[in-house]
Structures are given as structure tokens and as C-alpha cells.
Nanobody
Framework: QVQLEESGGGLVQVGGSLRLSCAASGRTFGPYAMGWFRQAPGKEREFVARVSRSGRSTNYADSLKGRFTISRDSAGSTVYLQMSSLKPEDTAVYYC??????????????WGQGTQVTVSS
């Protein structure tokens, strides 16, 4: 079983920055492909970013390119999401996800509990 624990969420003003972290653990863990999804109030959950098992490949939602950066540590068990120039529409619960594959699966089997990010104007 894989456990994912997010941290780093909080309240930030428009234009500010936050860095989310996700620590993965579990007897059979990794490294796995990892990524982030988010869900805003009243909206469907959406893909944010992913990083491959090796860490060499990253992908982003088109609307977030240039503002968000995903990375992982050398051990492969922690993934980060650096968010900058934050907007009110970035307010959401951010979920860390993982799958036992080279590239993150479209429907990752492992999810964290989520961390709230609120961007205030």
C-alpha cells in the first residue's frame, strides 16, 4: 500500500507563491510516477501536473504552464509543486497522486488526502 501526504497549502494573496510537498511512503513504494490534481468548489477534479518515474519528463495543464513547476527529489519519494503568480481561480484542494508506471496513469490509483490552497484578492 502507498501512502501520500501533502503539505504546504494555505492562504496566499493574489500574485503570491506557495510550494506544495508530497511525501510518499509504503512498503512497496517506488519510485512511482507522481503528480497533482486539484478540485475547486463546485467544479470537477482536474489534472495539474505530472512527473515521470525518472523525473526527466514533466507535463502540465495548458492553462498552468509558466506558473506552476513540478519536481521531485533524488530519492523519488517526495514531489513538489511550486506555484507562482497565483490567481483566485487557483483556489482548490490540491491532491498528490501516484501510479506504478513510467508516466502517471490517466486515473492514478493512489491519492493523498488533499491540501487546501486559498488565493485571496
Amino acid at each position: 500500500q502507498v501512502q501520500l501526504e501533502e503539505s504546504g497549502g494555505g492562504l496566499v494573496q493574489v500574485g503570491g507563491s506557495l510550494r506544495l510537498s508530497c511525501a510518499a511512503s509504503g512498503r512497496t513504494f517506488g519510485p512511482y510516477a507522481m503528480g497533482w490534481f486539484r478540485q475547486a468548489p463546485g467544479k470537477e477534479r482536474e489534472f495539474v501536473a505530472r512527473v515521470s518515474r525518472s523525473g526527466r519528463s514533466t507535463n502540465y495543464a495548458d492553462s498552468l504552464k509558466g506558473r506552476f513547476t513540478i519536481s521531485r527529489d533524488s530519492a523519488g519519494s517526495t514531489v513538489y509543486l511550486q506555484m507562482s503568480s497565483l490567481k483566485p481561480e487557483d483556489t482548490a484542494v490540491y491532491y498528490c497522486v501516484a501510479s506504478d508506471s513510467v508516466i502517471l496513469a490517466d486515473h492514478p490509483p493512489y491519492w493523498g488526502q488533499g491540501t487546501q490552497v486559498t488565493v485571496s484578492s
